[in-house]
């Protein structure tokens, strides 16, 4: 793979990292529920809370995302690292599964407001989404390790 392709997703990452960031700073203002709260306020109120710190497994994939791509630049990808880095991606998913499934049941069944139809809606879709993301890597993690093992046997037989 060219360092071009590589560079070119390394700063996709960073966009979307930085988007994210500006996203989790901005949207806590606009959104309804602290209509009348001061700053400080708004971003003391426990579901906001809840959303940046559901927000660290994100973070934490993509962070995994890029360190794999320089693993492929270091021409490593197919060494334990870049299996670990899978793994460390795949369980970062399921962590982000987890919390939006957990916010979703708060919303459904204790949130007394609206309809809770739309939220809902959104947090199935972002968990079908983060679910790919887990599967892919999963199968990308298992595919790897089986080239590791082959590489390592080819190495001590040589």
């Known amino acids: 793979m060219k360092k071009g392709s590589t560079l070119f997703l390394k700063v996709v990452i960073i966009f979307i990292a930085i988007g994210a960031l500006i996203w989790l700073l901005w949207f806590p203002q606009t959104e309804g529920r602290a209509a009348h709260l001061d700053l400080l306020g708004i971003y003391t109120d426990p579901f906001i809370i809840y959303g940046y710190i559901a927000s660290i497994p994100f973070f934490v994939g993509l962070y995994q995302a890029f360190k794999l791509l320089h693993l ?80 390592s046997e080819n190495d001590l037989t040589v």
């Open 72 to 151: 492929i630049d270091a021409n490593k990808a197919f060494s334990q690292g870049a299996v670990n880095t899978l793994k460390n991606m795949k369980l970062a998913s399921l962590i982000l599964i987890g919390f939006i499934a957990l916010a979703e049941f708060y919303i459904r069944f204790f949130a007394h407001g609206d309809d809770p139809a739309g939220p809902t809606a959104l947090g199935i879709i972002a968990v079908f989404a983060v679910a790919i993301i887990a599967t892919a890597a999963a199968v990308f993690q298992k595919l790897l390790q089986n080239v590791v093992d082959i590489k």
